[in-house]
């Protein structure tokens, strides 16, 4: 018989309730035990880490509660970049306008001065100068100061070396003009000056502003036919009070470093060379100059006169074509012509540049925005 042996403690019942556990296969209960490890193990490197586990520094826990944004303080430019059309109302009230070109470049150009020899003192006055249109045109002359230009030759000479000119009429004012080529310049203004002519009656001589289609640089043009001892006029003293008049116009012209020129037939040669040159700081083509205040004059002085600012001038290959009074002849008068260079503007003469990001606006003299320039 089965039973307890003398002796045997009997069985301690247990406390715990009895779970009754499905029954497994022994793997299935190896796979419950792995889960359950890696679970475990999970949670207390959450807990040691922070939840970063990384090999990197510990993060530190996140606040519950929101850390406000750190606001930086913002940067402040010392220099504004003002906008173009800024720019422009601020030049213009200094009297600047804005150029298309590129005035640091220089401009060159071929310059003249011819008188036509009118149709009232020789014969075959139209196509005479149509002859001497053409004749620029083939120098490559741009503009010229023409003196005895008389209403009947006008278009003749306009059209043979397609020009356009100032005064575009005016009956005996018209008789002294300055023509250009509209291909490389662009009239901004224009106006007379009186200027004393025979037995001191006033003649409205022409003073133009042009500018350059290429660089956009600006000139003035001033150009007179000062009278000449003939027609029983003593007239040295009328020429010399024409030079005084003529040397005031172009320092006030100059005054906001605009470059003049000053073509014409003065009817003078020693007479009128220094008072120009130390009067009004003019270079002439021919190669007269003043320097500290001394003039030194060509050897070879002629009435016909191309003179320009010293200060932004150059001249070159100066030449009198003594041709045109060949017969048949155009003229008693050379046409006398030169290379002419206007140096390229800076910031400290009649132009200023702003840079506004990569590029760079020119803003140059423009006298026609002053009423009282002129």
Excluded at 172 to 184: G, M, R
Excluded at 307 to 335: A, L
Aim: proline share 6%; hydrophobic share 35%.
């Amino acid at each position: 018989m089965g039973g307890r042996h003398a002796g045997e403690r009997p069985p301690r019942p247990s406390l715990a309730p009895q779970i009754r556990l499905p029954r497994l296969g022994r793997r299935a209960w190896a796979v419950v035990a792995g889960v359950l490890l890696l679970v475990v193990a999970g949670t207390l490197a959450a807990v040691t880490t922070g939840g970063d586990t990384g090999s990197g520094p510990k993060a530190t826990p996140r606040s519950s509660r929101t850390v406000p944004m750190q606001v930086l303080p913002g940067t402040k430019f010392t220099v504004r970049i003002y906008t173009l059309a800024e720019l422009t109302k601020m030049y213009a009230a200094k009297g600047m306008t804005q150029v298309s070109g590129d005035p640091s470049k220089p401009t060159t150009f071929v310059s003249a001065s011819y008188n036509v020899l009118g149709s009232s003192h020789a014969k075959n006055g139209p196509s005479r100068a149509a002859r001497g249109g053409a004749l620029l045109k083939a120098k490559g002359v741009s503009v010229v100061g023409l003196q005895e230009f008389q209403s009947n030759q006008r278009s003749a000479l306009l059209n043979a070396g397609g020009y356009v000119a100032y005064p575009t009429s005016g009956g005996l004012d018209q008789e002294n003009s300055i023509a250009w080529d509209p291909d490389v310049w662009t009239l901004v203004q224009g106006t007379t000056q009186k200027i004393p002519y025979f037995f001191g009656k006033n003649r409205n001589m022409p003073v133009v502003l042009l500018r350059n289609n290429e660089t956009g640089r600006l000139m003035w043009w001033m150009n007179v036919h000062n009278p000449a001892d003939v027609f029983g006029c003593k007239c040295a003293g009328w020429r010399s009070k024409a030079i005084s008049i003529e040397v005031a116009k172009i320092n006030a012209l100059h005054k906001d470093g605009t470059p003049v020129f000053f073509t014409g037939d003065l009817n003078d040669r020693s007479a009128v060379v220094c008072r120009i040159a130390t009067g009004a700081s003019m270079v002439s083509a021919d190669g007269s100059y003043s320097s500290g205040g001394s003039c030194h004059a060509s050897s070879s002085l002629w009435i016909d006169w191309i003179w320009g600012s010293d200060d932004q001038v150059d001249f070159s290959d100066y030449n009198r074509d003594y041709r045109t009074r060949n017969k048949p002849r155009m003229s008693d008068h050379p046409m006398i012509t030169a290379t002419t260079e206007i140096a390229p503007a800076t910031d400290d003469d009649s132009c200023e540049s702003y840079r506004r990001h990569k590029t760079v606006y020119w803003f140059c003299a423009d006298p026609s925005l002053d009423d009282g320039s002129s």
